[in-house]
Nanobody, 123 residues
Framework: QVQLVESGGGSVQAGGSLRLSCSVS????????LGWFRQSPGKEREGVAA????????YYTDSVKGRFTISQDSAKDTLYLQMNSLKPEDTAMYYC????????????????WGQGTQVTISS
């Protein structure tokens, strides 16, 4: 079983930056997929970014390309999401998720996820 704990959310003005972190622990042997997804009240879950642990191949939803960067530290126990040029429409609860195997694509169908961290962007 894998445990995920997100942190780093907050409230910033449009154009600002935030870096989200996700502590990853537990059974992460072999290749796996880590990603960030977000959800706002009344809206469907939206995949934001994903990374395959073995290949480091990354995937992004179109609305964040060029603004967000997903990465993993060398020890592979922390996942990051650097968010720049933030917009009010980025406001949501952000979750990090885990699933076995490569990502192959941007995903929302994770086997487990953390408690989430709130990101609020004001105009």
């Amino acid at each position: 079983q894998v445990q995920l704990v997100e942190s780093g959310g907050g409230s910033v003005q449009a154009g600002g930056s935030l870096r989200l972190s996700c502590s990853v622990s537990g059974n992460t042997y072999g290749g796996y997929c880590l990603g960030w997804f977000r959800q706002s009240p009344g809206k469907e879950r939206e995949g934001v970014a994903a990374i395959s642990s073995g290949t480091s191949k990354t995937y992004y939803t179109d609305s964040v390309k060029g603004r967000f960067t997903i990465s993993q530290d060398s020890a592979k126990d922390t996942l990051y999401l650097q968010m720049n040029s933030l917009k009010p429409e980025d406001t949501a609860m952000y979750y990090c998720g885990f699933r076995g195997g490569n990502c192959f694509r941007l995903r929302t169908d994770f086997a487990g996820w953390g408690q989430g961290t709130q990101v609020t962007i004001s105009s």
